[in-house]
């Protein structure tokens, strides 16, 4: 193992003068060059521009104009256009493009002097659970390759699970950042709607999707988290509010904190191992002076078909500005207009990217609007309100980010209701806008980790990040690294 540094420790590192940007992004992308092939977890790199930005990061260093993050490596979900590197969104559809331009949240970056490893495979335009639905292959499980590192920001949670990077970029329109954050043994956190930029960030369901942090520690997503966000003119969802120091309650004292405990996320749908991972967590909780209460989130079942309806009818709009004329594939035989739209969009898509498509233009259409759309709306508000009605009686709810550890490669059998199912204790917090993070809590039986998942009301990330960080003083399972 030579590269286990947190993005702390990379930071200090730099700041020290003990290493050099370019040394750091050397060591990386030698162990990158060495163990990526296991996993399948990068699929864009491009070394002369790696170490470009390396030695600009030194320059910076030694005329004393670094942040904390200049030199820090960083690793970007194929879902961020980025000057200069192709952006596919791991589709055929744009296997093509380089991007013109560069995301806020990436540029926001950049401009602290952070370093781009490369970029990080991903499930086709975002949509799945299991990073199987990628043009460029699956990514494997770095705790073990028959096994899923669940998705769509599998790419990002493997390389940091694998050493590969101290820090990723993930996003999340339905658990995407904290499912695979819990599948790969490290700490994501989707932010509340509207606090990172999207812009630049390819749209799968705009009203629900969210830019985050990736990382081992939940001190490192704070701080990263501190660097990506803030308002955009560009993005007209993006929220005006003054800039917050996410780390200011880091070493807040948790006594007194209420957790509450979703009595349908303690049900049957959840594997005993997940079970056993929650009451360490609980278990640390209360040592520290945390007081838990039951609460309940009714609606929680009726998420899945209301997320489902609203992101495939999101989709199939946002997606059909990829017809073959302004860029991306485009089909090479046709006879005319009409054919060279579908033959582009029957090349370019995958299966999973056209069952969405269909969905939503199902949902979307006339005679059928009211009875899904509207419907999927009206859940939306109902499941949202659970929400307020539960944090009435507590600050922070605890639960499971996903019913079990990371499955098999192929155990979805091609069965998309099965992989939809297992997003029922992520996805209601996209629909109700709110911030939660996915920390480490144990291991399965099997050997693969486990994550458990901190949900907070709107604006609460300092107090879900001052959550995480103490419950990792207190245990090491953020800090176990597969033997790769
Ligand atoms: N698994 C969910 C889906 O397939 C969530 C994906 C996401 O958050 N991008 O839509």
Redesign the pocket.
């Known amino acids: 193992m030579t590269t286990p540094y947190t993005l702390k420790q990379a930071s200090e590192l730099l700041q020290s003068k003990q290493i050099s940007a370019v040394e750091l992004a050397g060591e990386y992308l030698k162990a990158i060059a060495a163990r990526n092939a296991a996993i399948n977890g990068y699929i864009t790199l491009d070394e002369e521009k790696t170490l470009a930005e390396a030695r600009a990061a030194d320059a910076r260093i030694a005329a004393g104009e670094a942040t904390a993050l200049t030199g820090v490596p960083i690793a970007y979900k194929d879902i961020f256009c980025q000057t200069g590197w192709r952006s596919a969104c791991a589709s055929k559809m744009l296997d093509n493009f380089v991007s013109p331009y560069t995301a806020t949240v990436v540029q926001n970056l950049l401009d602290q002097g952070m370093v781009t490893l490369g970029r990080t495979n ?2 086709e335009f ?4 299991a990073n199987e ?1 990628s043009y460029y292959g699956a990514t494997k499980n770095p705790w073990n390759t028959a096994h899923v590192p669940g ?3 599998g790419g990002s949670a493997a390389v940091i699970a694998a050493r590969l990077a101290p820090a990723s970029l993930g ?7 904290r ?1 695979p954050a819990s599948h790969c043994g490290i700490t994501g956190l989707k932010p509340t709607y509207g606090t990172v930029s999207r812009f630049g960030m390819i749209a ?2 705009s009203s ?2 969210q830019a985050g942090p990736m990382a081992q520690t939940a001190e490192d997503c704070a701080i990263l988290l501190n660097a990506m966000a803030g308002f955009d003119e560009r993005d007209s969802t993006s929220l005006e509010r003054e800039n917050e120091d996410y780390t200011r309650d880091l070493n807040r004292p948790l006594k007194g904190l209420k957790i509450g405990l979703p009595k349908e996320y303690f049900g049957d749908g959840c594997e005993a191992d997940v079970k056993t991972a929650l009451h360490n967590t609980i278990a640390i909780l209360r040592e520290q002076g945390a007081e838990t209460v039951e609460v309940s989130l009714p609606q929680t079942a009726l998420s899945i078909p209301a ?2 309806v609203l ?1 495939s009818a999101e989709a199939s709009t946002n997606l059909s500005r990829y017809d073959g004329v302004r860029y991306g594939h485009r089909a090479a035989e046709f006879a005319n207009l009409e054919e060279m739209y579908a033959n582009t969009r029957a090349e370019g898509f995958g299966s ?1 990217v056209k069952r ?1 498509i269909m969905i939503g233009t199902y949902v979307l259409s006339h005679g059928y609007y009211d009875a899904y759309y509207i419907k999927a709306q009206k859940l939306r508000r109902l499941v949202a309100n659970d929400f307020q009605t539960a944090f009435a009686d507590c600050d922070l709810i605890l639960g499971p980010t996903a019913p079990s550890s990371a499955p098999q490669i192929g155990s979805h059998g091609g069965d998309p209701l099965k ?2 199912l ?2 029922i204790y ?2 209601a917090v ?1 629909l109700a806008g709110l911030p939660a993070l996915s920390l480490p809590a144990g291991f399965c039986r099997n050997g693969l980790p486990i994550g458990v998942q901190l949900i907070g009301n709107h604006f609460s990330e300092a107090r879900l990040l001052n959550a995480a960080h103490q419950i990792q003083l207190a245990s090491d399972w953020h800090t176990k690294a597969p033997a790769l």
């Open positions: 991903m499930d975002a949509m799945g659970s639905n998705g769509s920001s996003s999340d329109t339905g658990g995407s950042i499912q799968y369901a629900l999707d997320y489902y992101a999973e969405r992989a939809y297992s997003d992520t996805i996209n």
